[in-house]
């Protein structure tokens, strides 16, 4: 069963830095796509920034120069770098990881979230 570990959330001022792992345990794991999400309280979950297989990213407009997400296959681990934060950033941070499950095909995993408040 594979698991994902988040950590590196934590309360910060604006205009600060935090960077968010994802460890993700198992070995020999093929994984599609990682990605982090994050949710406030009474509004769906939104898509933040994702990688995949290849490299390719995608980041959500309000996070655009100013997060970055990059991943390491060799730890299993994805990392989320964001920088010059926000109040608006303040949020429960997910992340994601499709992994290729052999029987299974591509699965689904998250993590448990990590509180990320940014606040004077």
């Known amino acids: 069963q594979v698991q994902l570990v988040e950590s590196g959330g934590g309360l910060v001022q604006p205009g600060g830095s935090l960077r968010l792992s994802c460890a993700a345990s198992g070995t020999g794991l093929s994984f599609a796509f990682m990605g982090w999400y994050r949710q406030t309280p009474g509004k769906q979950r939104e898509l933040v920034a994702s990688?995949?297989?290849?490299?390719?990213?995608n980041y959500a407009d309000s996070v655009k120069g100013r997060f970055t997400i990059s991943r390491d296959g060799a730890k299993n681990t994805a990392y989320l770098q964001m920088n010059s934060l926000k109040p608006e950033d303040t949020a429960v941070y997910y992340c994601t990881m499709k992994i290729l499950v052999w029987g299974k095909g591509l699965v689904d995993y998250w993590g448990q979230g990590t509180q990320v408040t940014v606040s004077s």
């Open positions: 990688i995949t297989s290849g490299g390719s990213t």
